[in-house]
């Protein structure tokens, strides 16, 4: 209904293992965001895009990559997953004219 | 470094009463302050913008004040009620490309 879904909404892994994380939206605008939240650290960026293939780092990008190969579709990947990596993580968009941008409804991700 | 300083971390407020957050800022390139309502289970949702060309934009019970010169921005609910009992996020953006930088979040209760 926003025109932004994360899949999937919830996820246990084991430590080790790679995953990946998708964001999807239907509304063409040009950035996307992938945050992660956690108690007493609020809303913490991991990485950004503006623009196909265009993608930077945020402040808390070390063990995470991400892909857009499409401008719906931005993938969020763990290459390989640990505890302190266990989170809500958020994805967001927003377009030249939407600077607030919309948030997607979060992935819960345990590592144990 | 954290670019935008959010207080307090939680906030108890009687039905009725006025609730107040505040944000502080260094950068003064930021040219947009949001603010953010987040329920439960669910991603942080605009709630209330403005630009640093004006001191105050009110809509409805919520009411932003932006202090240009003192780099402060505060969000003031009005007759607080319990469906405001949520957490709220502060944030702050530049022009351009750069992401939004969010404050660590407020957790209110409006109890009856």
Same mark, same amino acid.
């Given at each position: 209904?926003?025109? #932004?879904?994360?899949s999937?909404?919830?996820?246990?892994?084991?430590?080790?293992?790679?995953?990946?994380?998708?964001?999807?939206?239907?509304?063409?605008?040009?950035?996307?965001?992938?945050?992660?939240?956690?108690?007493?650290?609020?809303?913490?960026? #991991?990485?950004?895009?503006?623009?196909?293939?265009?993608?930077?780092?945020?402040?808390?990008?070390?063990?995470?990559?991400?892909?857009?190969?499409?401008t719906?579709?931005?993938?969020?990947?763990?290459?390989?997953?640990?505890?302190?990596?266990?989170?809500?993580?958020?994805?967001?968009?927003?377009?030249?004219?939407?600077?607030?941008?919309?948030?997607?409804?979060?992935?819960?991700?345990?590592?144990? | 470094?954290?670019? !935008?300083?959010?207080?307090?971390?939680?906030?108890? !407020?009687?039905?009725?009463?006025?609730?107040?957050?505040n944000c502080?800022?260094?950068?003064?390139?930021? @040219?947009?302050?949001?603010?953010?309502?987040?329920?439960?289970?669910?991603?942080?949702?605009?709630?209330?913008?403005?630009?640093?060309? !004006?001191?105050?934009?009110?809509?409805?019970?919520?009411?932003?004040?932006?202090?240009?010169?003192?780099?402060?921005?505060?969000?003031?609910?009005? @007759?607080?009620?319990?469906? @405001?009992s949520?957490?709220?996020?502060?944030?702050?953006?530049?022009?351009?490309?750069?992401?939004? !930088?969010?404050?660590?979040?407020?957790?209110?209760?409006?109890?009856?």
């Amino acid at each position: 209904d926003a025109g #932004i879904t994360q899949s999937p909404r919830h996820k246990v892994t084991e430590t080790g293992t790679p995953v990946t994380l998708r964001c999807h939206q239907t509304e063409n605008h040009r950035y996307m965001y992938w945050y992660r939240q956690d108690p007493g650290h609020g809303l913490r960026l #991991i990485h950004y895009s503006y623009g196909v293939k265009d993608t930077d780092k945020g402040e808390v990008s070390d063990g995470y990559s991400v892909s857009r190969s499409k401008t719906e579709d931005f993938l969020l990947t763990l290459e390989s997953a640990t505890s302190s990596q266990t989170s809500v993580y958020f994805c967001a968009m927003s377009g030249d004219r939407d600077t607030a941008g919309t948030f997607g409804s979060g992935t819960r991700l345990t590592v144990v | 470094q954290q670019q !935008v300083k959010q207080s307090p971390q939680s906030l108890i !407020v009687q039905k009725g009463g006025i609730s107040i957050i505040n944000c502080a800022y260094e950068n003064t390139a930021f @040219d947009y302050f949001p603010w953010y309502q987040q329920f439960p289970g669910k991603g942080p949702a605009l709630l209330i913008a403005i630009r640093p060309d !004006v001191s105050e934009k009110k809509e409805g019970r919520f009411t932003i004040s932006f202090n240009k010169s003192a780099k402060q921005f505060s969000l003031h609910i009005m @007759d607080s009620q319990p469906g @405001d009992s949520a957490t709220y996020f502060c944030a702050a953006h530049t022009s351009g490309n750069t992401p939004l !930088v969010f404050g660590k979040g407020t957790r209110l209760s409006v109890i009856a």
